[in-house]
């Protein structure tokens, strides 16, 4: 087990990790959602984020549906973070 994991392992073991359901697995990940202001604060948008180690989830790609407390998300997209063992996937709720 790598460094990441071991992070991740002792976040999740913290409570600082959510479960999200991908193809079927249920795994911790990190999640985020940051609301930004638009147009001057007349609009508000979300982003939301996980990030995970590579080892936990290598085949996630674009298009593929995450599940966190219920609503599903889709991934836009996924990006190395780092040395490449940790993955970040920008998602878009459904």
């Given at each position: 087990?790598g ?8 976040a ?9 359901e ?68 920008d998602?878009?709720?459904?």
């Open positions: 087990m460094i990441v994991e071991r992070l991740y392992e002792a999740a073991n913290a409570g600082l990790l959510v479960s999200a991908v193809a079927g697995r249920t795994v911790s990940v990190g999640f985020l959602c940051i609301d930004d202001n638009l147009l001057d604060g007349l609009v508000r948008s979300a982003a939301y984020t996980i990030t995970y180690p590579l080892s936990l989830l290598p085949d996630l790609e674009t298009g593929h549906t995450v599940v966190i407390a219920g609503q599903t998300y889709q991934v836009r997209d996924v990006r190395a973070i780092g040395d490449g063992t940790e993955r970040r996937a998602l878009t709720r459904l």
